[in-house]
């Protein structure tokens, strides 16, 4: 056995990310379907591992005590960029577009239940295969997965990446066609309109100035960070103690999100946001890659059919709901069929696939900018808040 400890795993997770960046920069169908390099590269390694285990080659144990901290911090940073303001500024459709999102991964977890029931599996399988990997993608369902796996779900990790990543793909697929039918069908034309001083302002308010690369902003940035992951800590003690289910990253985001909101109202603490969001992405992507070479494929052939028939239907009622609701909802005009595709998008796999999906329409038919000002405000940041607030709950009700 090969066994590494914490600091070695997580310079092996360095080596797969970079394996993975290596590799989709030069294969651009890989590129295509916006698949998280530190999700390819992890991967990579977790296939190699099965393979010398199959072959009884070696057998690599990894640390994983940095993971739970890495993932902490990146929910700490999303709480910390969900503003309100900014929310209240990207218009009232922001609003209606978080509760179409919202009511969509509901309906995720009862096609989810309806599915594992169907096949005699736990009914907390099928909120794994739903919300958690499809609205939340592959980190939030690597977040509750040993909220899962505790609960009873045999392969937690391995279901839920499997389904999140094939959330990923299909969701770049079925974006861009759906918005093209949709504006072939009600033959729309982007109509430009100029955002004002204040929108662009706030939609860019999270970007970093250059002031902020100097030591004091870099200090600043962490120790909020870190002042929100500690008081978080505590707070997710009294949440479990009250015996709420829930993973540990909740009451650091939920401090995150207090502490902005505050600081928006009194710029008390003047917060880098820039900064705190990369940092964030940065623990992001090492956690991906470690939880991923962790991962136990061959786990998942139990629940294959039950993964594939939960996509299938996934992703028809995704599809069917942007034609007929979303595009509706949000103005039956060019941006509404925009969003439509970035909704589906994010919905499926992750913003990262909703921004793809929204870029490659607006090359060729125009800009959209209430599109690219809503979509990304609530799928980068607000369906996170409501979708763990629904997981979170459906793990409390089904144990």
């Known amino acids: ?52 285990r199959e072959f009884n080659i070696a057998t690599v144990k990894f640390d994983t005590t940095l993971q739970a901290p890495l993932m902490t911090a990146f929910f ?73 796996a505790a609960a009873g779900v045999a392969s937690a990790e391995s279901v839920a990446i499997a389904a999140a990543m094939s959330g990923i793909v299909l969701g770049g697929l079925v974006g861009g066609p759906l918005v093209t039918k949709l504006l072939e069908r009600h033959h729309l034309k982007s109509a430009p309109v100029a955002l004002t001083s204040d929108s662009v302002q706030s939609a860019e308010s999270g970007s970093a100035n250059d002031d902020e690369a100097n030591m004091l902003s870099v200090l600043k940035g962490i120790s909020v960070l870190l002042i929100a992951m500690g008081i978080g800590a505590w707070l997710g003690g ?60 061959w786990e998942l052939s139990s629940i294959a059919m039950p993964l594939l028939v939960n996509l299938v239907i996934q992703v028809t009622v995704v599809c069917l709901f942007c034609w007929f609701v979303v595009f509706k909802v949000m103005g039956r005009d060019y941006d509404a069929a925009v969003m439509s595709g970035g909704f589906t998008g994010f919905m499926l796999g992750t913003t990262a696939n909703a921004m793809a999906v929204m870029h490659s329409v607006v090359q060729r038919y125009g800009p959209s900018p209430r599109a690219f000002l809503v979509a990304p405000i609530v799928g980068a940041f607000f369906i996170d808040f409501t979708n763990a607030l629904l997981i979170t709950g459906l793990l409390n009700m089904l144990t």
């Open 1 to 52: 056995m090969i066994a590494l400890d914490f600091i070695q795993t997580l310079a092996v997770g360095a080596i797969a990310l970079f394996i993975g960046v290596y590799v989709l920069d030069r294969v651009p169908l890989l590129r295509r379907y916006n698949i998280p390099a530190a999700v390819f590269g992890g991967l990579l390694v977790a296939i190699l591992i099965s393979i010398f």
């Open 76 to 148: 700490t940073s999303i709480g910390l960029s969900a503003s309100f303001q900014l929310l209240k500024t990207g218009s009232r459709q922001a609003l209606v577009f978080l509760g179409l999102a919202t009511f969509i991964a509901v309906v995720q977890s009862v096609i989810g239940m309806a599915t594992a029931f169907l096949f005699g599996q736990p009914l907390l399988l099928g909120v794994l295969m739903g919300p958690a990997a499809l609205t939340g993608g592959p980190a939030t369902a690597l977040a509750f997965a040993p909220q899962f």
């Open 238 to 297: 009294l949440m479990t103690s009250a015996n709420l289910t829930l993973p540990g990253y909740v009451g650091a985001m939920l401090m995150g999100s207090i502490i902005r909101n505050i600081d928006d109202k009194t710029a008390w603490f003047k917060i880098p946001h820039g900064l705190t969001e990369r940092v964030g992405v940065v623990c992001l992507t090492l956690f991906l890659a470690v939880a991923l070479m962790n991962l136990k494929l």
